[in-house]
């Protein structure tokens, strides 16, 4: 089976592949449920002194390189929740995330949305003996 994937930027990608973020926010719906592959974009949140403070209080401090532009992990999405009492559930919607561990690093274009993975991604997940 080809997971699909889905863009996050950094750090929240990071914190998810780390196994320390379990939901992540969004504002739209899904049915999909499955492996998923963590792309983190080309951009990543500012590291302004309140996502610094929060991350903090959550006992983490990501590193200050990050990798961009490429999947960085996977995860399987099992459920969309609108209510969470996970201090990392800002709403309206939550993707629960369970399994993820991070990957070795293949640059790649994100999309908006859950996507599937072009041809040239599959072929280096197989590469890497991600996929089969």
Same mark, same amino acid.
């Given at each position: 089976?080809?997971?699909? @994937?889905?863009?996050?930027?950094?750090?929240?990608?990071?914190?998810? @592949?780390?196994?320390?973020?379990?939901?992540?926010?969004?504002?739209?719906?899904?049915?999909?449920?499955?492996?998923?592959?963590?792309?983190?974009?080309?951009?990543?949140?500012?590291?302004?002194?309140?996502?610094?403070?929060?991350?903090?209080?959550?006992?983490?401090?990501?590193?200050?390189?990050?990798?961009?532009?490429?999947?960085?992990?996977?995860?399987?999405?099992?459920?969309?929740?609108?209510?969470?009492?996970?201090?990392?559930?800002?709403?309206?919607?939550?993707?629960?995330?369970?399994?993820?561990?991070?990957?070795?690093?293949?640059?790649?274009?994100?999309?908006?949305?859950?996507?599937?993975?072009?041809?040239?991604?599959?072929?280096?997940?197989?590469?890497?003996?991600?996929?089969?």
């Amino acid at each position: 089976m080809i997971p699909r @994937c889905i863009s996050i930027r950094q750090p929240w990608a990071w914190l998810i @592949c780390s196994g320390i973020k379990p939901i992540e926010n969004r504002t739209w719906e899904t049915a999909y449920r499955g492996p998923i592959l963590i792309h983190a974009g080309l951009k990543a949140e500012k590291r302004d002194p309140d996502l610094m403070k929060f991350l903090k209080a959550q006992g983490t401090e990501p590193p200050a390189e990050l990798e961009l532009g490429g999947i960085v992990g996977q995860a399987n999405l099992v459920d969309v929740v609108k209510v969470s009492k996970s201090p990392w559930f800002f709403g309206p919607l939550g993707f629960v995330l369970a399994n993820a561990k991070p990957l070795p690093f293949i640059p790649s274009k994100g999309q908006l949305g859950i996507y599937y993975p072009d041809k040239d991604l599959i072929a280096e997940l197989r590469k890497k003996g991600i996929i089969k």
